[in-house]
């Protein structure tokens, strides 16, 4: 993008992206689905790295979902493979002083991951808590619907507790017992590989989002790519069901 359009657009002030077409990547090349993995995680980088040099508030990576845990363990143990390395990167860099003000956490339930990722992910998240270019949110083991539910009961037990009256709750309440409390909703979502739905991201925060969908595949993706899609959606008219 041109410092001219920059200067000339409102960027949307939270993106998410859902990184999926790896496997096909990866087997329209002969390769095993791993090696498309590696290559989306290559990809992942380099938006991430544009997305904070563009001036992005935050971002969301969905990268691993509630879902996918039925996949074959040989793959599952592949991806988890790779975010450790990202993390162990992240760290490096950050103690280098190279990760450009990048704020990371993980969006998705922590139970369930193997302890060396959630290890390092407690440790990245305190160490970059006040880093404020942009916020990195990490969406593994990740679901709209168990992170709705996650809510759910924070809420019961403040309930039970007395803490809030269930009659005055309201959607705020809500929004702040996601994960992504404190953040604004998703302003644009974007989804490669052809596939045209959500599979379980951002079920709460989506409800006004606009989409940006696209036949290319993850690891082709291009800073290009997010040029054109936020260029798109700066052409939106947003309504919010008024006039
Ligand atoms: C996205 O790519 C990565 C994850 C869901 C972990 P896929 O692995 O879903 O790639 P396709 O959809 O099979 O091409
Ligand atoms: C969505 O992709 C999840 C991630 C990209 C992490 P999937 O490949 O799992 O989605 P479905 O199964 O095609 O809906
Ligand atoms: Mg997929």
Request: aromatic fraction near 10%; include cysteine; charge should be negative.
């Amino acid at each position: 993008m041109t410092e001219e359009q920059l200067k000339s657009i409102q960027l949307p002030k939270h993106i998410g992206i859902i990184m999926d077409g790896n496997g096909r990547w990866a087997k329209q090349r002969g390769l095993e689905r791993t090696e498309g993995h590696k290559a989306g995680a290559k990809t992942f980088r380099r938006i991430c790295d544009y997305g904070a040099d563009l001036g992005i508030e935050v971002m969301t990576f969905y990268a691993f979902s509630t879902e996918n845990w039925r996949r074959p363990p040989k793959e599952v143990a592949a991806i988890m493979k790779l975010f450790k390395e990202y993390l162990e990167e992240a760290t490096s860099r950050e103690n280098e002083n190279e990760m450009r003000g990048i704020r990371l956490q993980l969006i998705g339930e922590k139970k369930g991951l193997p302890d060396d990722i959630v290890k390092l992910l407690n440790a990245l998240e305190k160490s970059s808590a006040d880093k404020d270019v942009m916020t990195v949110n990490l969406a593994i083991n990740y679901g709209g619907r168990d992170e709705i539910l996650h809510a759910f009961k924070a809420l019961g037990s403040k309930v039970k507790s007395g803490e809030i009256n269930p009659d005055k709750q309201t959607e705020d309440d809500i929004s702040a017992n996601l994960f992504t409390a404190g953040q604004p909703d998703p302003d644009l979502i974007i989804r490669p590989s052809g596939e045209y739905r959500l599979s379980n991201f951002m079920t709460w925060q989506s409800a006004y989002s606009e989409f940006w969908f696209s036949d290319i595949l993850w690891p082709d993706f291009t800073t290009d790519d997010l040029d054109t899609a936020i260029l798109d959606y700066c052409r939106r008219n947003r309504r919010f069901g008024g006039v």
